[in-house]
């Protein structure tokens, strides 16, 4: 190395080069690999493995599953599930009795039925008569049985209100209040109702499934299906006995055919014999 050149230090090499173009090429096509990867990602897509791991200081790491249930654990988390839909008649008690408030609270709410009688002297004016001119009030005041104006006190804006008036409003408007929130809550109760019996229903079908019964059409959101029992013998069934033998012989010469049907061996040989020694006879 010329000593002029010493303040330089060690120069590249073409060795040094090589490896630091690689590293960057594979860098780069790292990068354009990524990038083209982040285009065609479909945000839509979903694989289980989003949710049983996470991503934490630049590493994945796989989720601690549970220890899966014993059996015990789940038969005392079913009945704790039917116990829970057995509060289905108790909630039947609470509708009806809220239905019953609720029917004698609007019998004492409703509207009494007033009658106001008019008397007049021909069947023209009767034809012609008109209720609220009659009570010189406006139309839409007609349903009140207090605490109607008169025209003339709309137009000057004078309301002549009677002693008491304003306290029967207040207390309509707090029972009317308190009827809808009753009414609410009785649409609530029924809903409830409505889903412990589902669930119930579910649940029973569920435990006649595990004891291996057999699940028939019906089944919706609303219904958990129809159940039938499928009913195993207890006793296996016997082994069929062999059928009895039959035998088929051609002993005569101008071919009759004599079918011998017979349950044993013995009694079969000895109709064969009998036969044999007709034909030698000559009889047949």
């Known amino acids: 190395m010329l000593a002029s050149r010493t303040k330089l230090g060690l120069l590249e090499k073409k060795k ?33 493995r989003m949710i049983s791991s996470k991503f934490e200081d630049g590493v994945t790491k796989r989720l601690e599953e549970d220890e899966p249930l014993t059996w015990e654990q789940k038969q005392l988390m079913d009945s704790q599930d039917i116990r829970m839909s057995l509060h289905k ?18 019998a004492s709410t409703a509207n009494p039925m007033n009658k106001h009688t008019f008397f007049v002297d021909t069947a023209k004016e009767e034809r012609d008569f008109d209720v609220a001119k009659r009570l010189n009030t406006h139309p839409s005041l007609l349903h009140r049985t207090f605490n109607r104006p008169k025209l003339e ?52 079908a569920k435990i006649n499934l595990k004891r291996k019964e057999s699940f028939t059409s019906g089944r919706n959101a609303n219904n958990p299906g129809c159940i ?24 005569s010469p101008i071919h009759e055919h004599f079918r011998l049907i017979t349950g044993s061996l013995a009694e079969s ?7 044999l020694q007709r034909l030698e006879n000559g009889n047949i």
């Open 16 to 48: 040094d080069y090589q490896l630091r173009a690689k590293d960057f090429g594979a860098k780069k096509a790292k990068i354009k690999k990524l990038k083209q990867k982040a285009l065609e990602k479909n945000p839509d897509e979903f694989y289980f």
């Open 89 to 106: 008649p108790f909630e039947n008690k609470k509708i009806d009795k809220m239905k019953g408030s609720l029917h004698l609270l609007d």
């Open 153 to 204: 006190d709309l137009k000057k804006g004078k309301f002549s209100r009677q002693e008491g008036d304003m306290e029967k409003e207040f207390q309509a408007q707090t029972l009317e209040k308190s009827k809808q929130e009753q009414y609410d809550q009785l649409v609530q109760r029924i809903k409830r109702e409505k889903q412990l019996g589902i669930i119930g229903a579910k649940m029973q």
């Open 228 to 251: 039938q029992m499928a009913l195993q013998e207890e006793k296996m069934k016997r082994p069929r006995q062999p059928a009895t033998p039959t035998f088929d012989y051609v002993i």
């Open 269 to 275: 040989a000895a109709i064969t014999t009998k036969s």
